[in-house]
């Protein structure tokens, strides 16, 4: 299987996909349909990864800076990949994100798949809608899945990582989030490309993870760290904070791991590295 996937987008998720499945990622800087009907010709693969999207350089604001590039980046490359997964009659995995929602801790329950997307505050939130809608219609007619990801989680060092940027602020929320932890994403990806699903799933741990007790497991490895809790209206940012259901994940039989089961593990693995 592994060898007849192509992977567009040489960013964190691309490379990490890659290094995991062992398949093509493609070099070819995407700006017109044309580019990608070329790598598809050329490759000749059974399923398309879009991994490619703009989050800013340092954080979503900065998507305001170039609306041009983050459209163009979150809209409408992954609706050229779409188009081309439909004339070709091929799979298209579209990674996509999980901050596109409006939640009330008070009264909601975790987020599924059917919720309609509502959070229209943030830019970077909009063009991640604006393509998942669109994807999701198609979704009737072409072989397409839609991997909703949320702050990822990994026991590798990276920037995007939360560990590495929480660190790094030293400043943490006190409200429980989702989160997607990247090992167990690659292992959902493996598992729903085998069973060739379409349409949207929510790839993330079960429950919400609340941030300082990531900090107090990284205390457990470097016992000087020191960080400060603060609540969301200090942070004084406009974010998508959330719980994303994993029913529809589990009910296919994949086996979800509880946050604080992965938080163990990912810390362990994190500093045996």
Not at 26 to 44: F, G, N, P
Not at 72 to 95: C, D, Q, T, W
Not at 191 to 209: E, H, M, P
Not at 244 to 272: H, I, M, N, P, W
Request: hydrophobic letters at 35%.
């Amino acid at each position: 299987m592994s060898n007849r996937i192509l992977i567009f987008g040489k960013g964190y998720i691309g490379i990490r996909l890659q290094a995991e499945l062992k398949c093509w990622l493609s070099a070819q800087r995407i700006q017109t349909y044309a580019d990608i009907e070329k790598e598809i010709l050329r490759y000749k693969p059974k399923v398309i990864v879009n991994c490619i999207g703009a989050t800013g350089e340092h954080n979503v604001d900065d998507c305001e800076k170039d609306i041009d590039k983050t459209l163009f980046s979150n809209s409408y490359i992954p609706l050229l990949m779409g188009e081309a997964a439909y004339r070709h009659n091929i799979k298209l995995v579209h990674i996509s994100s999980g901050c596109i929602y409006h939640y009330d801790y008070t009264r909601h329950k975790p987020i599924s798949e059917n919720n309609i997307p509502d959070y229209f505050d943030l830019f970077y939130s909009r063009t991640k809608i604006y393509s998942d809608r669109a994807l999701e219609e198609l979704a009737k007619a072409a072989n397409i899945l839609i991997l909703r990801i949320r702050i990822p989680l990994d026991d590798i060092s990276h920037p995007k990582n939360l560990i590495n940027k929480l660190v790094k602020y030293q400043k943490v929320i006190d409200t429980p989030n989702s989160v997607t932890y990247i090992p167990d994403f690659l292992e959902a990806f493996k598992f729903l490309v085998k069973k060739d699903r379409r349409g949207i799933y929510n790839i993330a741990l079960k429950g919400g993870l609340y941030f300082p007790d990531l900090m107090e497991e990284y205390k457990k490895y470097v016992p000087d760290y020191q960080y400060k809790i603060i609540t969301l209206k200090q942070l004084g940012l406009t974010r998508s904070n959330l719980i994303l259901s994993t029913r529809k994940l589990e009910r296919e039989g994949f086996k979800v791991k509880k946050v604080k089961q992965a938080v163990k593990e990912c810390l362990a693995k994190y500093f045996d590295k």
